[in-house]
């Protein structure tokens, strides 16, 4: 994807503290010199980041990894040592005060761990303040504030004080002021880790209810990892300010590139990364009813459990729960067809799904945009995706029983 195409591209980045900076920076390029014997703190080590429009990436690593740095790289509040930002194609590396303050109030809002919020303001004040240091007109800061405090599911607290909040609903009132701005990009440094697990879990759930409709693009920092699986399109995970590795969830569940990544991402439940589309059940194809014939039968009408139907062109029609007494009339298929089932996008987690799965209700059928199916989740899938995930797990473990393995080896030296 050109840059042009994307919403950040983070290129060759680096930030170093220390006396002269921009001379070790020389010295590391060239590789005369190693980061650590630099006499500098590298807290951004060649970093580079391709992130999609509409896409949540996360920024994941331990305490002092560099990751809110980055973050604060990206809108300049921290400025690199070398290399270049891209906002949509537009390079901000060197961008002056002026042009920072346009590219900061259109482009880019930011969500900071704490709620930071004013508390001589109203909840609608303190979310149109952005708007006013803008030079937005009084009702239109009010307006648009209101609106975004019923994004966010705060309509009728804009009269209140922040000191008459939950910490949840201080940080919605958090997210609506960055909302307020409508700017295609989104930071979000360690936003809700500050709150209990119960409405932090709330307001992982609420980020992606707004993502939904707002389509923007999100860089979010957390030390959490199952956080990360929830959220994440893509995961970056940052040791000593380097990008050890950047993909999909899955990806790095399943294919750990280090020691280090293997630690961090033990705990992730596998149901956290697993698409829709990656576990419907292969045994279970559909009935293909043309016309007035039927040109594809299940192979065992005796399994249990539904049967999706779909046209010559491979679009669903609908799906029968009882296969067993059918015979090969497209007649009988069409008068057992139901539309009481659950449509899930091959890219929807299947987490939220599996207590329907679970309870024996409406089948889970899993269908694209153009209504072409995917195929059928079923108790089967499901159980050989956590057999899958036994597999993954215990060849981790297998390989850290052996110190001179590859992954050790290389994390050996990425440590020095």
């Known amino acids: 994807m050109e840059s042009s195409e994307l919403a950040i591209e983070i290129r060759d980045l680096y930030k170093l503290y220390g006396p002269k900076p921009e001379a070790a920076l020389g010295h590391i390029r060239s590789r005369s010199m190693r980061p650590e014997d630099s006499g500098h703190f590298v807290a951004l080590n060649n970093v580079n980041l391709a992130i999609e429009p509409g896409k949540i990436c996360v920024i994941m690593g331990l305490s002092g990894s560099g990751k809110s740095t980055l973050l604060r790289c990206i809108n300049r509040l921290i400025d690199p040592t070398g290399g270049q930002i891209f906002i949509q194609g537009h390079e901000i590396t060197h961008a002056s005060t002026k042009e920072l303050r346009r590219i900061r109030s259109s482009k880019i809002s930011m969500v900071f761990q704490h709620f930071a919020l004013l508390p001589h303001m109203t909840v609608l004040d303190n979310v149109a303040f952005g708007l006013r240091i803008a030079g937005i007109s009084r009702k239109e800061r009010r307006d648009r504030a209101a609106h975004a405090l019923e994004l966010v599911g705060l309509s009728g607290w804009n009269d209140r004080k922040p000191s008459n909040l939950s910490g949840g609903m201080r940080q919605r009132v ?48 957390t030390h959490d990892p199952n956080e990360a699986a929830t959220l994440g399109n893509r995961i970056a995970i940052l040791l000593k300010g380097e990008v050890v590795q950047y993909g999909r969830p899955l990806d790095i569940v399943i294919s750990p590139a280090n020691d280090y990544v293997r630690d961090f991402v033990r705990g992730i439940n596998v149901f956290n990364v697993l698409s829709a589309g990656q576990i419907v059940d292969p045994a279970r194809p559909p009935v293909v009813l043309t016309g007035t014939s039927v040109t594809s039968l299940p192979i065992s009408r005796s399994t249990a459990g539904p049967v999706a139907v779909t ?31 659950i449509r899930i996008a091959p890219d929807q987690l299947v987490a ?17 945009d153009d209504d072409s199916l995917v195929g059928v989740v079923t108790g089967s ?8 995930n036994s597999g993954v797990k215990s060849k981790c473990e ?18 020095g």
């Open 311 to 341: 046209d010559g062109t491979g679009r669903i029609l609908g799906v029968v729960e009882k296969t067993a007494s059918l015979g090969a009339s497209a007649a009988d298929w069409q008068s057992a067809l139901s539309q009481d089932y």
């Open 352 to 368: 939220p799904f599996l207590e329907e799965l679970s309870r024996n209700g409406r089948p889970l059928v899993v269908v694209r």
């Open 398 to 415: 297998e390989a850290r029983q052996q110190p001179e393995s590859k992954s050790a080896m290389a994390a050996e030296q990425r440590a």
């Open 381 to 388: 899938s499901v159980l050989k995706a956590l057999a899958a």
């Open 174 to 221: 958090g997210l609506a002021r960055a909302l307020v701005m409508d700017t295609p990009v989104l930071l979000m440094d360690e936003p809700f880790s500050a709150l209990d697990p119960l409405i932090r879990e709330e307001m992982q759930q609420e980020l992606l209810r707004l993502q939904n409709t707002l389509n923007k693009t999100i860089v979010f920092v």
